[in-house]
């Protein structure tokens, strides 16, 4: 399986960007497409969106479709998220996942998990 680790979070306002990075190890990451997910406190781990192995399809959640942008460089066993117009609402604690299987938005799906990076959207 590959190993993911997450960079890129931070404090940032209301109105802001971020981009986060997910950097793989250990395995064939273009055999994976690729996923970023968010958890809250207390609350279920939530499907943000999904990449395929080529990065040639994208899927986002209806919070995120037009404002975050998912991407890879297989060359550099990276996926990306882009986020801007940041909400508070987004705070969050953000993980990527890589499934074997295909792109997908099931928690169930995805074999690998990053340990994940807070994001933290001020007013």
């Known amino acids: 399986q590959v190993q993911l680790v997450e960079s890129g979070g931070g404090m940032v306002q209301a109105g802001g960007s971020l981009r986060l990075s997910c950097a793989a190890s250990?395995?064939?990451?273009?055999?994976?497409?690729m996923g970023w997910f968010r958890q809250t406190p207390g609350k279920d781990r939530n499907f943000v969106a999904a990449?395929?192995?080529?990065?040639?399809?994208?899927y986002y959640s209806d919070s995120a479709k037009g404002r975050f942008t998912i991407s890879r460089d297989n060359a550099k066993n990276t996926v990306y998220l882009q986020m801007n117009s940041l909400k508070p609402e987004d705070t969050a604690v953000y993980y990527c996942?890589?499934?074997?299987?295909?792109?997908?938005?099931?928690?169930?799906?995805?074999?690998?998990w990053g340990q994940g990076t807070q994001v933290t959207v001020s007013a």
């Open positions: 250990g395995g064939r990451f273009d055999e994976y497409a």
């Open positions: 996942a890589a499934n074997r299987a295909g792109l997908g938005t099931a928690i169930a799906g995805y074999d690998s």
């Open positions: 990449i395929t192995w080529t990065g040639s399809s994208t």
